[in-house]
Structure formats: C-alpha cells, structure tokens
C-alpha cells in the first residue's frame, strides 16, 4: 500500500487547527489522532482527496462529519 496524506482537524480551545499526517489508510490516521496527541481534541479527518483547501477545512471541522474519503 502506498501512503496517503490525511489532514487531522483539532480543536483546541474555541479554535480548530489542521495537522498533516501521512500514512496508509483512513484508520491509522484517525487512531494516530485519538491515541498519540493527547493535547487535542480529534474532531475530523479529511482525505487530501477531497481536494479541500485549508480555509475549507477548517470550516468544516466544527461539523466533524468528515471521517470518511472518497470511494476509490
């Protein structure tokens, strides 16, 4: 398999912030989220798929629908 960029949408405090996290599927970044950045709260994970810009992202990320990617 090859990996993939995901982007982890945090919130923290009452802002939310994006991090980059490249690896092989979906799960492994949303475990990465929810067990390694104790700090933060994991509120989405989006696909680089997507093609979402930042801004967009981070608009999204209150919401925290975005768990899934893009059928391949």
Known sequence: METKLYWLAFRVGDTYKLSPFHCETRQQAI????????????????????????PQMLELAPIGAHWWTPPQ
Do not use: C, K, Y
């Open 31 to 54: 475990h990465h989220g929810l067990e390694h950045v104790l700090d933060r709260e994991l509120v989405a994970v989006f696909s680089d798929d997507l093609t979402l810009t930042i």
